[in-house]
């Protein structure tokens, strides 16, 4: 009795830990993106792409890790440290194949708050002679990289707590005006706290509300204290940067490697501060000393985290939507999905473990992710082998760099911001697409100047949700009598042969950001669908959408004709910029898939933003006034079709 007892309670405990071990794999391959890829990578295909770029991306790395350390009011060499630890944390917890996460501008800007505010500059010089601290360094600096380091622990601990909360569904409220504001406003801040450098000038630590024209009016009032010698060696660096990626960028399906001018500007400069002795001759700054080796971890200082909730808070937001901008961006570019709650886990805890080793916060960065286009990147080994060479950087390169002027960094920066800076071209995009999305850009634009980024931000979130609530009670429904009638028109034995494989969709509200995904999602099941139905079936002839829902009617037809998706656009009464968006992406969708999309009861301005946002081929008319017509130009091309192919017999 007791031997079969024993057996059967042995035979559950197996039971037991094998459920436990598949939910155990289960979780990691759902929680550890790594496992997925790492099995199925091609060594023979991708390997060499991603050593090359991999190599472009970790020059680019150092240079901005070192500016951005300088934005972030703490010594270079931690920024250093933070292109090296955050990008292997997001290789093994993100989803974004192309995203070179690292120091980025925003966020360094952000965290220079807390360092000017709890640890006062006393001197702008890095090199300095009292090297009494940790790694060499004086004990002011080691003061000024804790505060930093604090504010990246808080902000990865919020993203994580955001992860835990499942908050990525709510992503959609950040729309894509908002975040080019945002990020253009803070490009734009981030340019103005340069300018001492690029000037070569002394001048105090300014911030808060309206902080961004008290820096100018302070250059202006002691514009005698401008040094020519920083002035010129940054005119000239600028000029340089500019005219190399211009070409690089000319000539990059003809070159299989671009021109490292990042790295090329460093060494020649290094090279002539060193043997013209600029700093003591010409008194331009420069970087300094900079520590070999990796640091020993060390626990961040809690007791300034209540002094940075501000800050951090500002981290994880603004990191966090930029980030997802872009990897959301890499994920439709090269066709695979990106988990927005996902995400907030891999920079959380790409912000949390590398604050223990002195790092300042990270993020995505678009000038980065951009080059890993550009040089063919397959996979994130890139980001893993710019990872490689960092480290050789930071154990043996590192105190070569002593000599590199910083106004020199300066204009790395500046140049490195030239994408951010471009959104201004948008403004012509929604100017035409939606004057309320315009209206909201150039809000959000002058709230992150006067304010901050996260200011911005919050008001343009805030902003967008107030106008579509305003406007969603005024939106009409559809008739649904018209379309009933529409559907027993067609519903007769004569016309059935015109209507094969075609679908009617109707859009009962307005397509605006709030719905937008809801309505792709529920259209490209319909879609996929049919697509998979390989004999006779039942063939949805009308299908209302409303608030997110799809319900059809059918109507009997066999598979054969090239398939047609008509959208009954009568109920749309009013949209936004990521409607259209979303209305453009099903198009080309669709194309892809050899369906022919045709749009009925168009408004007039919805015309006009999807002619001005995508390409329509003028000999087949998207376009119609009616359904009828919509089906009859069906008909007419499947005639003139068969036509054209009994010609040819």
Known sequence: MMTGAKRKRSAVWRKIQAVRFEDIKVWCMR????????????????LIPDTVSGTMLAIQQVTQGLAFAVLSSVHPVFGLYGSFFPVVIYAIFGMGRHVATGTFALTSLISA????????????????SNNSGVLGLSEFEMQRIGVAAAVSFLGGIIQVAMFMLQLGSATFLLTEPVISAMTTGAATHVVTSQVKYLLGMKMPYISGPLGFFHIYAYIFENIR???????????LSIVVLVLVKELNEKFQRNIKVVLPIDLVLIIATSVACYYADMEYVYGLEVVGHIPEGLPSPKTPPMNVLPEVVTEAFGV??????????????SAKKFKYTVDDNQEFLAHGLSNVIPSFFFCIPSAAAMGRTALLYSTGAKTQVACLISCVLILVVICAIGPMLYWLPMCVLASIIVVGLKGMLMQFRDLKKYWNVNKVDWSIWVTTYVFTICFAANVGLLYGVVC??????FRFPRAKTLNLKNVKEVEYKYKTEDNCESLKQVKIVSVNNPLVF??????????IKIIQKDTMSSQCEQNTLLCSFSNGSCHGESLQSCHGERRALILDCSGLNFFDYTGVSVLLQIYMDCKNRHIDVLLAHCKASLIKAMQYGG??????????ESISSAIDAIQIHRNYSKFSEQSEV
């Open 31 to 46: 929680r550890l993106p790594i496992f997925k890829w790492v099995p199925v990578y091609n060594w023979k295909e991708n």
């Open 113 to 128: 708050n807390a360092v000017e505010r709890l640890v006062p500059s006393v001197s702008t010089n890095f090199t300095t």
């Open 225 to 235: 204290s401008v040094q020519l010698e920083a002035l010129l060696l940054s005119l």
């Open 316 to 329: 994880a937001l603004v990191g966090y939507v930029a980030s997802l901008a872009l990897a959301k961006a």
């Open 464 to 469: 967008t949700v107030v106008i579509v609530i």
């Open 514 to 523: 709030l719905n937008a995904r809801k309505f792709q999602a529920d259209l």
């Open 615 to 624: 390409n329509f081929e003028s000999e087949n008319p998207v376009f119609f």
